[in-house]
Antibody, heavy 119, light 111 residues
Framework: QVQLQQWGAGLLKPSETLSLTCAVS????????WTWLRQSPGKGLEWIGE???????NYNPSLKSRVTMSIDTSKNLFSLSLMSVTAADTAVYFC?????????????WGQGTLVTVSS | QSVLTQPPSVSGAPGQGATISCTGN?????????VHWYQQLPGAAPKLLIY???NRPSGVPDRFSGSKSGTSASLAITGLQPEDEADYYC???????????FGGGTKLTVL
């Protein structure tokens, strides 16, 4: 069974950098895109971006200037870095697996990490 | 303002049915991109409910079904059960935004 386990700092000050990591166990690591999403308190879901096993990335244009994603295929890990955070970045962040070919959607998710940005 | 439009809430009595709509445009659903649906219970991560418009992952009851037509999609739930109370989200791809996009979510209440 595929499992995603994520971790990272939960409390940041404005202008700091958010860093989260997601470990994948079970299933193929090379056949999918590995994705980060977030959900602001009481609001809907927002796709942040994704990274493939070959390191190719695709970011949401609204966040692209501040986002970096990386992947370590030797450890089945992928990571998110979001620079210069503000209170608007306060959200629950999720990692997930995405298959677009075939189109399976985001079929496995991490447990979520609440990140709060406050001075 | 979400790219895909869903009703904020729907409700139904136990045993009855409910339908949740998801309206997009010619840059996303209407362009032929697949629609996926997710169920989110309070405090939990979203769970894939329907993929590629009409398909159920293993373990999802056949009470849940999806459809798509033109620039819209729908999630239908029959035989409502108390455990179906959750938030439901539709998702697709938007070519003008070059991004995966979601609906704003619909809260289903089982009366």
């Amino acid at each position: 069974q595929v499992q995603l386990q994520q971790w990272g700092a939960g409390l940041l000050k404005p202008s700091e950098t958010l860093s989260l990591t997601c470990a994948v166990s079970g299933g193929s690591f090379t056949d999918y895109s590995w994705t980060w999403l977030r959900q602001s308190p009481g609001k809907g879901l927002e796709w942040i971006g994704e990274v493939r096993h070959d390191g190719l990335t695709n970011y949401n244009p609204s966040l692209k200037s501040r986002v970096t994603m990386s992947i370590d295929t030797s450890k089945n890990l992928f990571s998110l870095s979001l620079m210069s955070v503000t209170a608007a970045d306060t959200a629950v962040y999720f990692c997930a697996r995405n298959s677009s070919v075939p189109p399976l959607g985001f079929d496995f998710w991490g447990q979520g990490t609440l990140v709060t940005v406050s001075s | 303002q979400s790219v895909l439009t869903q009703p904020p809430s729907v409700s139904g009595a136990p045993g009855q049915g409910a339908t949740i709509s998801c309206t997009g445009n010619t840059s996303n659903i209407g362009a032929g991109y697949n629609v996926h649906w997710y169920q989110q219970l309070p405090g939990a991560a979203p769970k894939l409910l329907i993929y590629a418009n009409t398909n159920r992952p293993s373990g999802v009851p056949d009470r849940f079904s999806g459809s798509k037509s033109g620039t819209s999609a729908s999630l239908a739930i029959t035989g409502l059960q108390p455990e179906d109370e959750a938030d439901y989200y539709c998702q697709s791809y938007d070519s003008s935004l070059s991004a995966w996009v979601f609906g704003g979510g619909t809260k289903l209440t089982v009366l």
